[in-house]
């Protein structure tokens, strides 16, 4: 073999070694987005689980509320109002919006039933109570999940060189479930 075929064949050989590498970079790199990804739509789901848990639970609570508290009537319409609008949310985005108004009706209700001592001594409402806040316990469990999914996903789409691949396959920053402003204020009960 001539030296000029020797160079051809190494050449060739550097060639399929690149190719084989960036073609080995791309699969890789495009199938952790997609892992990570599908790790934030399976954390979303278990998100939507338990919201779905204390949608179902809300208008038990609140006919229980109801009996004890006719007169704080416009609490008991927001709750219901925002229940409504979880109902009605499409993308995630609007989920996680609904969901903090939801919250925050639910913590102005909650400060409502602590003016009603008979209503805290119903046994039925006291079960329900309890449901209410295992569920919402499991909800914040849920959320720091996704949280952590998305933060995951985030990083990595936005790190170099991953990034450019990122754009390249069209993936986007997930967002992130965060809790309204009003839930930072503790809720004031007043007697």
């Known amino acids: 073999m001539t030296k000029t075929g020797k160079m051809s064949l190494i050449v060739i050989a550097i060639i399929a070694i690149f190719l084989i590498s960036t073609y080995s970079f791309v699969k890789g790199t495009y199938n952790r987005f997609v892992t990570l990804e599908e790790g934030i739509k ?6 939507e689980n338990q919201l ?18 006719k007169h704080e009537r416009e609490v008991l319409i927001q ?12 993308t995630v985005q609007d989920k996680i919006q609904a969901n903090n108004q939801l919250s925050t009706a639910l913590s102005r209700l909650l400060v409502v039933v602590e ?8 046994q039925n409402f006291i079960r329900l109570q309890d449901e209410l806040a295992g569920t919402e316990n499991r909800i914040a469990v849920e959320r720091m999940r996704y949280n952590e999914a998305v933060k995951v996903f985030n990083i990595r789409i936005r790190s170099f060189p991953d990034n450019i691949l990122a754009n390249i396959f069209g993936f986007k ?8 402003e009003e839930a930072k204020a503790a809720p004031k009960v007043r007697f």
């Open 42 to 47: 399976g954390a979303w789901a278990q998100v």
């Open 52 to 69: 779905q848990r204390r949608y179902d639970l809300i208008p038990n609570y609140v006919e229980t509320v109801k009996g004890y508290a």
């Open 79 to 90: 709750v219901t109002e925002a229940r409504a609008s979880v109902g009605g949310a499409k």
């Open 115 to 122: 003016r009603y001592p008979d209503l805290k001594a119903n």
């Open 173 to 180: 920053e997930a967002a992130f479930f965060k809790s309204p």
